[in-house]
């Protein structure tokens, strides 16, 4: 499995210019992960659309750390907003679902409710890809572990840039 050092992608994409390696906790590398892939993932045009929304299902582990990440920044072309959601159902209305590893049955449900949607889901276990997820996003010694399903992703309408796949696990390599 390959793993990618706490400072490479969010050194070089989120906070380019500082010194890093100075105890970054583990939803706070997390949250810029999430937002990093709003640059290496594509989303079909949505007309109408005026804001990104950048949701999380259930428990959240972030508190303002999410927020504080995103504000002011863009995505395709609109400006970004982090959501909570209560029920999977509410996804429909979201660009990116995140859903922490204790909420594996809504994570369930969310998969069956925005099936064929542009909306990236982003779990935080090994086998996420496994339930229908398209991000497996999880930490273990201060290392990040990316899994990615483009089958998935793409079966969605996103595009997942070649240059992020450089980067990652796909899913077909477990």
Do not use: H
């Amino acid at each position: 499995m390959r793993r990618i050092p706490q400072w490479l992608f969010v050194g070089l994409l989120a906070f380019p210019g500082t010194v890093l390696g100075q105890g970054v906790d583990e939803y706070s590398m997390k949250a810029a992960f999430i937002y990093n892939f709003t640059k290496f993932i594509e989303w079909p045009k949505i007309i109408g659309l005026t804001t990104f929304s950048i949701c999380v299902l259930g428990d959240d582990p972030f508190g303002l750390t999410l927020d504080e990440v995103v504000k002011g920044k863009t995505a395709n072309g609109v400006a970004i907003q982090t959501r909570r959601l209560k029920d999977p159902s509410e996804a429909r209305q979201c660009q990116i679902v995140f859903v922490k590893r204790e909420e594996e049955k809504k994570a369930q449900k969310l998969v069956e409710e925005i099936r064929g949607l542009p909306v990236l889901t982003i779990g935080e276990w090994p086998k996420f890809g496994n339930g229908g997820g398209m991000i497996s996003l999880s930490m273990k010694d201060d290392l990040v572990t990316i899994v990615i399903d483009t089958k998935a992703a793409e079966s969605s309408g996103l595009k997942v840039s070649a240059k992020l796949m450089t980067l990652v696990k796909s899913s077909k390599d477990q």
